[in-house]
C-alpha cells in the first residue's frame, strides 16, 4: 500500500533549495546530504512540534517558543530529537527579529541528531521559502509528467514491433532504470529485459529476482496453475504488490487475461511516476497475453478466409474455440455519445475475454464465449445477448443491440436479453405459427423499420418517451410523432394494454 502521508508528487531535494540565490539560505548544521527529500514546507512556533508533523517537512521557525534559558539545559535536544522523531527532514531557523544568529546549542543539537539545519537570512520571509517549494515541486511534476508521457508512447511503439513482449520489456525495463520480467502462468520467466536479464549476477541480484519472483504467485490467481482459463469462483487475489529489499523497490502486476500471467519490474528507485508506466506496460502486456494465450491470429486469418470465400459460421467456428457464444455490444458511458477508440475497444475486449472485436463508429462488438460470463465493466454501458451457437450469431447480435438500448435509455451498466429466465407464453404455440402471425399483424409497418424499430423499444420501455428517446438518439418530439404514425397504420389503439401485449409478441417473432 502507498504511504498516504506522502504526496503523490516528486519530492523536492535540499540542494536545490539552497542552490536558489534569491533565498540566501545557509546550512549551518546537520548531515550535507544532496538527497535529502523534502515533501512540504510547515510554519510552527510550538516548542513541540511533534503533534503538528506528518513527516518528509521543511520546519521553518523563528524561536519564539526558546525560553531564555533554553541554552544551559535539554531544551535544543529534546527539540530537535521530536522534530527528528516526527520525520521532519530539515529544520529552518528565520535570524531576527527574535534572534540576531543561531543559538549555538540549537546548532550543535542538529549535529547530534544529525538534522540539517538552514539559517534563513533577514531579508526572507518564510512565506517565499514556502513558495519556492512549491514552485521547485511544480517543476519536478511537470517534468515526471512529461517522463511518463514520453514513456507511454514509446511503450506504444515498443507494442506494434514484430517482437512486442521483448520490446515492451525492453522499453519499460530502460524507464525505470531496472528490470522487466514477464511470467507464465507457471511462474517461469518468460521474457525478461534491463539489468540483471543477462550475463554475471551479484549475489544481491539473485536475491533481488528470487524476491520479485515470489512477489509474482501472490498476484497470481489461485487457479492458474492448474488451468488455462479463468475460474469464476477462484478466491481474488490482489492485482498488484510491492515490496522493498535490500538495492531494489519490487513491483507485480498481475495481468488483465486472467490466466496467470503476472509482469514483474524491480528498480534501485521508485520515482512517483513509475508505477503509471508499469501500469501502461502491463495493459499492453495483458492485450499481447491475452492474444497469445486464446487463439492464434493464424487461427483467426483462417477463419475469417473461409467467411469470406462463403463457409457457413458453424464450420469455422471451431477455429475460434467453443461451441456457443455471446454478442455483446457496448458503447463508453452511460447514455453519452463519444466514439470509442480502438485502444479502449482492445482494453474491453481483454477485460471480457475475447479478442474477437469489432469497432463501429458508434459501438464496441465483442464476440465472446459462452463460458466467460460477461460482467459490468467500469466505463462502459453494455447490452448482451443470449448464449448462441455460430449459425444463430445474426440474431444474437440483434438481441445485444437491442440489449444495449434498453441499457442506455435506463442507464444500467449491463443488460441481457432475454434475463428473465421465465418462459412465456410464446413458448406455448409453434414458432413457425407465431412468426407468420407476427408478420401479417405488422404487414403494415413493414415498409418503414425506424417505425418498428421504435415501436419495439417504447414498448419494451412501457411507454416512456424520455427513455425511447435515449434509447433511438433522436428527439422526444420524433418518438411521439412515429408512435402515432405506428397507431394510424395498424389502426389500432396504443394506450389498450390487449393491444400493447399482442404487438409485443408479434415484435418477438419478427
Known amino acids: 500500500m502507498p504511504d498516504l502521508t506522502v504526496p503523490p508528487t516528486p519530492p523536492v531535494y535540499l540542494s536545490a533549495l539552497l542552490a536558489r540565490e534569491d533565498l540566501g539560505l545557509r546550512q549551518i548544521a546537520g548531515p550535507s546530504d544532496p538527497d535529502t527529500a523534502i515533501h512540504w514546507a510547515h510554519v510552527s512556533e510550538m516548542p513541540d512540534p511533534y503533534p503538528y508533523l506528518l513527516g518528509g517537512e521543511l520546519l521553518l521557525t523563528a524561536g519564539v517558543h526558546i525560553p531564555e534559558a533554553a541554552g544551559s539545559g535539554t531544551y535544543f535536544a529534546d527539540y530537535v530529537s521530536r522534530i527528528v522523531e516526527a520525520g521532519g527532514v530539515a529544520l529552518g531557523f528565520g535570524v531576527a527579529p527574535v534572534h540576531d544568529t543561531v543559538p549555538r546549542a540549537l546548532v550543535a543539537a542538529c549535529d547530534d541528531y544529525d538534522l540539517p539545519l538552514l539559517e534563513v537570512p533577514p531579508p526572507t520571509p518564510f512565506t517565499r521559502v514556502a513558495r519556492a517549494v512549491w514552485q521547485l515541486m511544480a517543476q519536478a511534476r511537470l517534468a515526471e509528467l512529461r517522463r511518463v508521457t514520453e514513456a507511454q508512447q514509446s511503450l506504444a511503439a515498443a507494442a506494434s514491433r514484430p517482437d512486442p513482449v521483448p520490446s515492451v520489456l525492453r522499453q519499460l525495463a ?14 517461469t520467466e518468460i521474457a525478461a529485459a534491463g539489468r540483471g536479464a543477462s550475463g554475471v549476477e551479484t549475489r544481491e541480484a539473485r536475491e533481488a529476482q528470487e524476491a520479485l519472483a515470489g512477489l509474482a504467485r501472490v498476484v497470481r490467481p489461485p487457479a492458474a496453475s492448474a488451468s488455462t482459463s479463468p475460474s469464476p469462483t477462484s478466491p481474488t487475489s490482489p492485482t498488484s504488490a510491492t515490496d522493498t529489499v ?119 462488438r465483442v464476440l465472446v464465449p459462452a463460458d466467460r460470463e460477461p460482467a459490468p465493466q467500469p466505463g462502459w454501458t453494455l447490452g448482451v445477448s443470449a448464449a448462441v451457437t455460430p449459425e444463430d450469431w445474426p440474431a444474437a447480435d440483434t438481441h445485444a443491440a437491442r440489449a444495449l438500448a434498453r441499457a442506455r435509455a435506463t442507464r444500467t451498466p449491463l443488460v441481457r436479453h432475454g434475463s428473465s429466465g421465465r418462459a412465456g407464453l410464446a413458448e ?15 404487414a ?13 423499444t417504447w414498448l419494451s420501455l412501457h411507454g416512456s418517451w424520455d427513455r425511447t428517446a435515449v434509447a433511438l438518439a433522436v428527439h ?32 418477438r417473432h419478427l
Open 174 to 187: 530502460q524507464r525505470v532504470s531496472g528490470r522487466a520480467v514477464l511470467y507464465g502462468p507457471d511462474g
Open 246 to 364: 535490500p538495492g531494489a523497490h519490487l513491483a507485480a502486476y498481475a495481468l488483465g487475461t486472467g490466466q496467470g500471467f503476472v509482469l514483474g519490474v524491480a528498480a534501485p528507485d521508485r520515482a512517483p511516476g513509475d508505477h503509471t508506466i508499469a501500469s501502461v506496460a502491463a495493459v499492453l502486456l495483458s492485450l499481447l497475453t491475452g492474444e497469445h494465450q486464446s487463439r492464434t491470429g493464424a487461427d483467426r486469418s483462417s477463419a475469417l478466409v473461409r467467411l469470406l470465400l462463403g463457409a457457413p459460421p458453424e464450420d469455422v467456428a471451431s477455429l475460434l474455440g467453443g461451441d456457443r457464444w455471446l454478442v455483446v455490444h457496448a458503447t463508453p458511458g452511460t447514455g453519452t455519445t463519444t466514439a470509442p477508440d480502438p485502444v479502449a475497444a482492445s482494453a474491453l475486449g481483454a477485460a471480457l475475454g475475447s479478442a474477437l472485436i469489432d469497432l463501429a463508429p458508434e459501438v464496441v
Open 428 to 442: 406455448l404455440l409453434p414458432h413457425d405459427e407465431a412468426e407468420a402471425h407476427a408478420r401479417t399483424l405488422l
Open 444 to 456: 403494415p409497418l413493414a415498409a418503414h423499420p425506424a417505425l418498428v424499430e421504435t415501436l419495439r
Open 476 to 507: 422526444r418530439n420524433t418518438v411521439r410523432q412515429r408512435i402515432a404514425r405506428c397507431a394510424a397504420l395498424l389502426e389500432t389503439d396504443l394506450d389498450d394494454p390487449d393491444v400493447r401485449m399482442e404487438l409485443w409478441f408479434g415484435l
